[in-house]
């Protein structure tokens, strides 16, 4: 997430590809930048839990990635957007939100999957 936003960077990231291999980062620190677009620093991590979650504030949004750990060894990413705006602006959001974080977290996964070995289903 520091590095780039993950989704479809011909518009979050203004063509730039964001990395396709895992980066060797240090834990990230309340504080720092929360992401980079387009070569810019963007946002500020406002809560880290190492391995749980992290909370970032960008434009005016609170970002939430949780970790969930499942029954069956896997681990589940959570995203919640916090906003506060208009019902008529929050609903053309949450649809566009919903476009770009799909893909943000399908990138992670195969990421994951990559650095792990693993191909889970799903």
């Known amino acids: ?29 309340v504080g ?34 949780v970790l969930v750990p499942q029954d069956d060894g896997a681990t589940r990413l959570l995203l919640k ?7 008529l602006a929050a609903v053309g959001l949450s649809v566009g939100d919903l476009v770009m974080s799909r893909r943000q977290l399908l990138n992670w996964k195969q990421l994951a999957e990559r650095a792990d070995g693993s191909s889970r289903a799903g």
């Open 1 to 29: 997430m520091r590095l780039a936003p993950y989704s479809y960077d011909w518009i979050d990231n203004r063509g730039y590809r964001s990395p396709r291999a895992l980066a060797g980062l240090p834990e990230p620190r």
């Open 32 to 65: 720092e930048r929360f992401t980079t677009a387009g070569g810019r620093p963007l946002g500020t991590i406002v809560s880290v839990e190492t391995g749980k979650q992290l909370t970032g504030a960008i434009m005016g949004a609170f970002m939430s990635y």
């Open 81 to 87: 957007i916090v906003m506060r705006t208009s019902r």
